[in-house]
């Protein structure tokens, strides 16, 4: 069976699925629809199974023209019916894992797609978690649900862990050339994933032993970055109070050709990975009697940055004897990273809640975010100009994106308080005040 599988995958006759059309399954589907295999995506949101079919790209990551394509040559399709389950050799597991209110795991998208799944799967199958989760679903989780069909993993079908690795608008690497990792139950469920994704992608794979080594993997991963991360920032605070340029202070730091990897402050930390994916070890580790206290506390202190940045910019106004009380506040940029679309987690939401909360009467500027929900409230972007920008009482720019004029912002802004060194290269700081 498993000579079978891998000769399908081999010679490209292999079916592939992909659960989940969204930032990580829309491009692997795209990938492996250009590697010559027949790819069909499912997701139970059908706008995004109708604009796949129209052959109309929604992802940043992706190349219009390429999706355009591979649907025109039948190589990609979608749907929101899960039974074409039936039809497909090997299936990735795309979803969200999103935190609950309590910043507990909702696995809830991985148990519903795996039923799925299990209600149509077949014998010489391959499924691959690739959703983030804590170690210990794919083998706890993901393979009882699967055998309730009858069939048993790594005899009757093969499972396996492979974390994605996805960086919304990295120019250097993407889905196709970044390195991935895969861990299977058994060491033939490895070996097959390992098969297709080398099949597909130009990054090595690094097989591992098993699929909670997988997932350990991915969180650690984002929990470095997330505890360098806090240490910028609370750097950044201690700084502050002692009248030194923090950015002046990385980028001598930057000089040490060894032991030293530059992470930057900032308003806080946004995303689909970096503020949740720490909390499923936190929550988890309770299983275990253990209290993962340096993950907490730099959690802790990313998520008082929002805060310190409505707090430095009210001491900002104090000096010109401005209320921040119905102070005209324009935050430039929404997006959680530079030159993206993307809202999720970001920051700067968090940032115009505190600032409203202080009654300042909030305006935002983000050519890439033209309109947003956030609880409730709908807010759509003002268009950054020269009388924008001389309406305001203080311009926060909380998202770095390439595509603004800085020299234009200073010119133009009667005071600038910049959290990500935005402005770094503007001659005239007369009006700037940095994080």
Not at 38 to 60: A, C, H, P, T
Not at 234 to 241: D, G, I, P, S, W
Request: proline residues 4%; contains cysteine; charged residues 25%.
């Amino acid at each position: 069976m498993k000579n079978s599988l891998l000769n399908k995958i081999e010679n490209k006759t292999a079916v592939v699925g992909v659960i989940g059309l969204g930032y990580v399954g829309l491009p692997l589907a795209v990938e492996k629809a250009k590697a010559g295999y027949n790819v069909i995506g499912f997701d139970i949101q059908e706008e995004k199974v109708n604009m796949v079919n129209e052959g109309k790209n929604y992802i940043g990551d992706i190349v219009d023209k390429d999706l355009a394509d591979i649907v025109k040559k039948g190589m990609l399709k979608a749907t929101s019916d899960f039974s074409f389950i039936k039809d497909v050799d090997c299936v990735a597991i795309c979803v969200p894992t999103p935190l609950d209110k309590y910043h507990q795991p909702d696995v809830s998208y991985v148990v519903n797609s795996t039923k799925d799944i299990s209600k149509y799967m077949h014998r010489g199958m391959l499924i691959v978690l690739e959703s983030t989760t804590y170690p210990g679903t794919t083998d706890e989780i993901v393979k009882p649900i699967l055998e309730e069909s009858g069939l048993k993993c790594g005899e009757d079908f093969y499972l396996a862990f492979s974390p994605e690795r996805v960086d919304p608008g990295n120019k250097l690497y993407n889905t196709k050339n970044t390195p991935k990792v895969v861990g299977g139950i058994t060491k033939n469920c490895t070996e097959v994933a390992a098969a297709l994704y080398r099949n597909v992608l130009e990054g090595e794979v690094f097989e591992v032993s098993s699929p909670a080594v997988a997932e350990m993997e991915k969180i650690l991963e984002n929990t470095f970055r997330n505890i360098n991360i806090a240490l910028a920032n609370e750097m950044a605070v201690l700084c502050n109070r002692m009248g030194i340029n923090v950015w002046e202070v990385i980028e001598a730091a930057k000089s040490k050709p060894y032991g030293f990897m530059a992470f930057y402050p900032g308003p806080g930390i946004g995303g689909h990975c970096i503020p949740i994916d720490p909390f499923y070890l936190t929550w988890k580790a309770r299983e275990y009697d253990y209290h993962t206290r340096l993950i907490e506390i730099a959690g802790e202190i990313n998520n008082y940055m929002p805060e310190f940045v409505v707090e430095r910019a009210m001491r900002i106004l104090n000096k010109r004897k401005i209320a921040l009380n119905g102070a005209k506040v324009l935050i430039v940029g929404v997006a959680y990273k530079q030159d993206i679309d993307d809202v999720r987690e970001s920051p700067a939401l968090k940032v115009i809640e505190n600032f409203e909360k202080e009654g300042a009467i909030i305006s935002y500027c983000d050519p890439y975010i033209p309109n947003f929900k956030y609880k409730g409230k709908e807010y759509r972007s003002a268009e950054l100009n020269r009388d924008t920008l001389m309406e305001a009482d203080i311009v926060v720019i909380t998202t770095m994106h390439t595509c603004y004029d800085y020299d234009f912002i200073q010119a133009h802004s009667g005071i600038i308080f910049d959290t990500k060194n935005a402005m770094k290269n503007v001659k005239d700081r007369s009006n700037i005040e940095l994080l």
